[in-house]
């Protein structure tokens, strides 16, 4: 299995509170990516990386930032946490060479009360 | 904008065989991935067509035709493990994935 952690893994908050959700990595790829899970919507990329300090955006990427100050590291911040971004968010990373395979993270249960 | 779709759900029983179809619209196509997700864990990688054709691992074949913007996920001599969600991706080569909203697949005994 590839090397991805995510931290917390569970996470309850109020609304109008940051939060920031970190994903690391050991194996050195590229890529990294965040996504969101709701039921019915299937997998919504948020925010990706192709490099450290290099992001762009993904289909789903309002109240939500990013950072990679390291190739490891990927984090996302919910500037003000809302109750329509309880979800579950996945992590995941891939190859340049072989972007169509992510391996993905043990995923982060967010509840915003 | 990019769009696949799948069935919701699917059911079959064990020792069978069951077909997931996929349909996209995309502004660009390279190809066209499936991952398996069991409850509340991570999705995996099953596998990837570029080109058209079957490609097959195992009990697990995928199929894709460029040229009808169609795909599908064969699994065959179904076990009780296989009751998962299977989504299909499209990698439209702008470095990400468009997923589709997922297949429940139920295997019964």
């Known amino acids: 299995d590839a090397g991805i952690t995510q931290s917390p893994r569970h996470k309850v908050t109020e609304t109008g509170t940051p939060v920031t959700l970190r994903c690391h990595q050991t194996?050195?790829?590229?890529?990294m990516y965040w996504y969101r899970q709701d039921p019915g919507h299937g997998l919504r990329l948020i925010h990706y990386s192709y490099g450290v300090k290099d992001t762009d955006k993904g289909e789903v990427s309002d109240g939500y930032s990013v950072s990679r100050s390291k190739t490891e590291d990927f984090l996302l911040t919910l500037e003000s946490a809302t109750s329509s971004q309880t979800s579950v968010y996945f992590c995941?990373?891939?190859?340049?060479?072989?972007?169509?395979?992510?391996?993905f993270g043990p995923g982060t249960r967010l509840l915003v009360l | 904008g990019q769009s696949l779709e799948q069935p919701s759900e699917v059911t079959a029983v064990e020792g069978a065989i069951v077909q997931i179809n996929c349909t996209y619209q995309?502004?660009?196509?390279?190809?066209l991935s499936w991952y398996q997700q069991h409850d509340g864990g991570a999705p995996t990688f099953l596998s990837y067509?570029?080109?058209?054709g079957l490609e097959e691992t195992g009990r697990f074949s995928s199929f894709l035709s460029r040229s009808d913007s169609y795909g599908y996920l064969l699994l065959q001599e179904l076990q009780m493990k296989d009751s998962a969600s299977y989504f299909c991706a499209v990698n439209s080569g702008y470095s990400t994935l468009t997923f589709g909203k997922g297949t429940m697949l139920l295997v019964s005994p």
């Open positions: 067509n570029a080109l058209d």
């Open positions: 194996e050195n790829h590229r890529y």
């Open positions: 995309t502004s660009g196509f390279y190809g």
């Open positions: 995941a990373i891939s190859e340049d060479t072989t972007q169509e395979t992510q391996y």
